[in-house]
């Protein structure tokens, strides 16, 4: 199990993160002196969110002190977070419901069968940890190898970042790339000490230099729709569009659903 000790230290890493991406040009401080570490000081961060410097260095250090709902909403405020950031800072801060302990999560027989009826429609279901738990033929020839049997599930975090062909699919593979580990990073905060986070993020940080380099950045980004830009062996680069459905009874488990936004305007036209 985490300890409080472990939360502090992940709370000090987000916001020494955050502080070390703004400039003082970003926030409209004059530039003094030379600047031995990236980003804003700590005493400036202190200032514009209107705290203690002292009190902000030891929330930094991981000290074990006490922080209100007002000084976070001012450091949030300071480090100019996107609500998703926000809602971050206020987990590992302990001012949000920490989710519920991971177990085993069996899909159900009829919640699996949804990607295969929405073939030729490539669907995928998967979990907290990116296992796809449920595919249909689409995305096994969308994304390939994606599903070829290792002893164990597929992973779609494992597919983008030790997998050669996902570099040649995904045509915007470093933003791709980016925004899949800044999604389970925001997932795995909600499991502080959770094994199956931990050992899938150690795995990636071993075979992948971009992991290594991108998760001390703490970006985070919650689970979304969009489109992407895929390269198809008949067809050459497709953009497709995504869109993400949260299950009701288990809300980390997630229907992917891909649409080429080309063939169903052709569709339409037709009828």
Known sequence: MPTQLDQRRELSAFLRSRRERLTP???????????????????????????????????????????????????????????HERGHLFQLAGHAP????????????????????????????????????????????????????????????????????????????????RGLLARLRTLAARHPGDARYDGLVDELKAGSPEVSAWWPRYDVQPRHGGRKRLRCPDRGVVEFAYTVFHLAEEPEQTLVIYSDEQETAESQKRT
Do not use: C, M
């Open 98 to 177: 920490e989710a519920k302990a991971a177990q085993p999560e069996p899909l159900a027989a009829e919640v699996a069968a949804v990607p295969l009826l929405l073939q030729p429609s490539p669907a995928y279901i998967i979990n907290g940890t990116y296992d796809v738990l449920s595919h249909n033929q689409a995305a096994e020839e969308l994304f390939p190898h994606l599903t070829a049997p290792v002893g164990r599930p597929p992973n779609f975090a494992r597919w983008v970042f030790l997998e050669p062909a996902a570099r040649s699919v995904l045509v915007d593979w470093e933003q791709e790339a």
């Open 25 to 83: 040009d970003d926030v409209g401080l004059p530039r003094t002196g030379r600047r031995r570490t990236p980003g804003l000081r700590r005493e400036e961060l202190a200032l514009l969110a209107g705290i203690s410097a002292t009190w902000y260095t030891y929330l930094e250090q991981g000290r074990d002190i006490r922080v209100s709902d007002q000084v976070l909403d001012a450091l949030a405020t300071a480090l100019r977070l996107d609500r």
